[in-house]
C-alpha cells in the first residue's frame, strides 16, 4: 500500500486503518508512509534517511530508541 491515506480525513483514515488490520491480519503487506499513524501498529517498521534504512523496529521498540522516528512522532505530538 502506497500512501493509501495521504488524502483522507482523520476519521475516515482510522476507520480504514482498522478494517485493514483484520484483512491484513496474518499477511505479509508493505505500507509505505509518511504519516506514522500508517505504521503504529506494524509488526516491523523500517525508517529511511537519505536512502538508507536508518532504524528498524516496531512502534515502540523505536520510541524507545530515541532517533528519529522518536524525533518526529514528537513532533506530530506536539502538533
Do not use: C, M, P
Request: aromatic share 6%; hydrophobic share 40%; net charge negative.
Amino acid at each position: 500500500l502506497d500512501e493509501a491515506t495521504s488524502a483522507l480525513d482523520a476519521a475516515t483514515e482510522y476507520n480504514l486503518h482498522h478494517a485493514l488490520e483484520k484483512f491484513l491480519s496474518g499477511r505479509t503487506t508493505l505500507i509505505i508512509a509518511h504519516r506514522l499513524s500508517a505504521v503504529k501498529q506494524a509488526d516491523r517498521v523500517l525508517v529511511f534517511d537519505g536512502g538508507r534504512i536508518a532504524q528498524d523496529g516496531d512502534h515502540q521498540q523505536l520510541l524507545a530508541e530515541g532517533g528519529l522516528y522518536a524525533r518526529l512522532y514528537g513532533q506530530l505530538q506536539q502538533s
